[in-house]
């Protein structure tokens, strides 16, 4: 690491400024709410309590170092240096948002509220992340756990990342017609849609699925090399299989899927459906492990 280190701090709105950006002020939020029964002086609680946890927080950065804060929606369209240390404030959830847009820089998980995460992905308190923002800062992060991503790409080039997962279906979660091929096997399929996990997500959306079969596979490490994919509600109907269901992906290994959709077809990851891939009929989607790492400091 070279040059002033930069700390790059994720954010996303509390819900109370999403309930008053929603209704313009204040005091029309709460007066809407409060005709359904809720009080917002709740949420502007947890609101100021998790300002004041941010500032902590930034107070933590040595003054000489750069510094900037983003948002969640500004992810897209900001250009992450290959040296930046990003601090996720926020939930479990964020820490996934923002993987998806790394190549490598070290990732420090703060947790936005305690007590109402799970903490996984943001473990640290302010205090703890004071010592680990220092550290990784000056290229000593210590302990770093690398957890491995999963990759959908199209025949056209484009691509997605997933920290948990990537869904491969219908929008609407109904009916979605492909051709599923594994290596020299293929099979055209009507089902519920087709869901590759990782090792982080295998506590997620994968275990459910698992538990509602009877299945041996075992479920990868979040450090582990390797995906689980699983075929959701397969239909057994005339010129459809049933038979590629669920399996393992390793190294190089692809799992190809052509649509057959005529409207609807998408590519998602971890649950988040606003920035989607279409998958039009004839385009044909190969998924596998990424080459892309998040390097989460412990």
């Known amino acids: 690491m070279s040059g002033v280190p930069r700390i790059v701090i994720v954010t996303r709105p509390t819900s109370y400024a999403m309930v008053v950006a929603r209704y313009g002020t204040e005091g029309q939020a709460r007066f809407v709410l409060g005709g359904r029964g809720e009080d917002l002086s709740a949420l502007r609680r947890s609101h100021e309590r998790f300002g004041e946890l941010l500032q902590r927080v930034a107070s933590s950065i040595p003054l000489a170092w750069r510094r900037v804060r983003i948002e ?54 302010p205090e703890t992340a004071a010592e680990r923002i220092v550290s990784a800062g000056e290229g000593t992060p210590g302990q770093v756990e690398v957890r491995t991503l999963v990759e959908a790409r199209l025949d056209d080039g484009q691509r997605l990342l997933g920290l948990n997962e990537v869904f491969l279906g219908q929008r609407s979660h109904q009916s979605a017609r492909y051709r599923l091929t594994l290596g020299s096997e293929a099979e055209v399929q009507s089902s519920s849609g087709v869901v590759v996990s990782t090792g982080t997500g295998a506590t997620g959306w994968a275990a459910s699925i698992r538990r509602c079969r009877t299945c041996e596979l075992q479920l990868p490490g979040p450090e582990e090399a390797r995906l689980t994919w699983f075929v959701r509600e397969a239909w057994p109907g005339p010129g459809l299989g049933v038979g590629l269901t669920e399996g393992v992906l390793q190294g190089s290994e692809r799992l190809q899927l052509t649509s057959h959709m005529d409207r609807g077809g998408v590519i998602f990851s971890d649950g988040i459906e606003a920035d989607a891939l279409e998958l039009e009929r004839g385009r044909t989607a190969r998924v596998g492990l990424a080459p892309e790492r998040l390097n989460l400091v412990r």
Request: proline residues 6%; charged residues 20%; without cysteine.
């Open 72 to 125: 969640r929606d500004e992810l897209d369209r900001f250009l992450f240096e290959p040296d930046d240390v990003v601090v996720v404030v926020g939930q479990d959830g964020l820490v996934a948002n923002v993987a998806r847009y790394l190549s490598g820089q070290l990732v420090i998980g703060v947790d936005g509220a305690p007590g109402h995460n799970a903490g996984v992905l943001v473990p640290h308190t």
